[in-house]
């Protein structure tokens, strides 16, 4: 009975842990209101690009075509030898919003997407900077305004909303849920003031935030990062607000395969050992409680079917607190896919949160001892 007992004891230890994150956490999303600021101050849409010139062809007209009243957009040219060249300084000739900076990069001393992205920074004439891809799409010419009406007296940071197109097959299936579930953790936890991360197809902060800690520069020696590190070093409690209008979502194309898919993530997963302890525990307690729950749930139900005849509240108490737990799950997970526009998958939410972590875990030990070679876009 003693061992049942411990094992029930942590059942229910790892069952009211997981219900704190999804009812304490995960329902801030679903209660988040937008903001009513209407100040409408200058903005610089920074874009590094590195042989992008189809995706810019297809995309950079949205980001241009902004109904926003005082923009620019400056297009970083990292040593495109692609056609990018005579593509950004034609553009340039009939859009008087866009900034073109080329750079000359030797391929044996290429210095990363920080490097460029730093040019870029330095380049820009707005304290607003707004960040995104080359082969990322605004959702809508709405992108700008409700991304910076987020922005408040204190407010230092936006974070937004990155989706892929959606496609079809199992790989991209898995792309999406994953996404999903990583929305579903960096913003909850911002709007419950606790910031963790951003991701670069749609962030902003301001120059000034920038230059306070000197760009990129404790983190400099990875390619990496520039987003969510940069994040997880200067966000705090109160100066960072996220951005849920659909409207001011950006779309881009997911990794063509699984292959592609598992090396993108293997090298975000490198820099999280780099990111603060409290959040490195943050996320190891959610994601540590959520495989013990499972681990002591099997077990649990099997000893208390063992000593159901003397004792049958323990079986009810264990399948009560599981059936509690997923509904809870499933009532709060509906809503933060409604808020991204995710029910499409919410028929396969109950395998959703086991295969992801197995799936994080595999990626993320390799992408712990591997650090990328070089970027693209």
């Known amino acids: 009975m003693s061992v049942l007992f411990i094992v029930l004891a942590a059942f229910g230890f790892f069952a009211i842990i997981q219900l704190t994150f999804y009812l304490g956490i995960f329902t801030r999303v679903i209660r988040w209101k937008e903001s009513t600021n209407e100040n409408r101050p200058p903005v610089s849409v920074i874009i590094c690009a590195r042989n992008n010139r189809k995706f810019l062809e297809d995309n950079l007209l949205d980001v241009l075509r902004q109904d926003y009243p005082d923009f620019e957009v400056v297009v970083v040219n990292d040593g495109s030898t692609d056609g990018t060249i005579d593509f ?9 919003r866009l900034k073109v900076l080329h750079l000359d990069i030797d391929e044996r001393f290429h210095r990363g997407k920080k490097f460029a992205q730093t040019i870029g920074i ?17 959702s809508s010419n709405q992108w700008l305004k409700n991304t910076v009406k987020e ?4 407010t230092e940071i936006v974070l937004g909303v990155a989706n892929y197109n959606r496609k079809i097959g199992l790989t991209n299936w898995i792309v999406q849920l994953e996404t999903f579930h990583t929305h579903l953790l960096y913003l909850n936890f911002a ?4 910031p963790y991360m951003g991701v670069g197809r749609n962030l902003s902060y301001k120059r000034p935030l ?5 760009g990129f520069a404790s983190h400099q020696h990875l390619l990496s990062g520039d987003d969510d590190l940069f994040v997880n070093e200067t966000a705090t409690k109160s100066n960072t607000s996220v951005c849920l209008n659909p409207d001011a979502r950006t779309l881009s194309e997911p990794p063509r395969s699984l292959g592609a898919w598992v090396r993108q993530k293997k090298r975000h997963f490198s820099t999280g050992k780099l990111y603060l302890a409290k959040h490195k525990l943050m996320l190891f307690l959610y994601s540590f409680s959520l ?3 499972y681990l002591t749930a ?3 139900i099997l000893m208390s079917i063992d000593v159901m005849a003397t004792t049958p509240d323990w079986l009810y108490t264990v399948i009560g607190l599981i059936g509690l737990r997923f509904l809870v799950q499933a009532i709060v997970l509906y809503g933060n896919m409604k808020k991204f526009d995710y029910l499409k998958y919410y028929v396969v939410f109950p395998l959703m949160d086991i295969g992801i972590l197995l799936i994080q875990i595999f990626i993320g030990i390799q992408g712990y001892f591997s650090k990328p070679k070089r970027w693209n876009s």
């Open 210 to 214: 920038f230059f306070s800690v000197k």
């Open 191 to 194: 709007l419950a003031k606790m």
């Open 291 to 293: 495989l013990m729950f």
């Open 298 to 300: 099997v077990p649990g």
């Open 151 to 154: 922005y408040s007296n204190d």
């Open 88 to 96: 950004l300084d034609n553009l340039k000739k009939e859009e008087s």
């Open 122 to 138: 330095k380049g820009a004439k707005n304290d607003i900077l707004v960040f995104t891809d080359a082969d990322c799409k605004p």
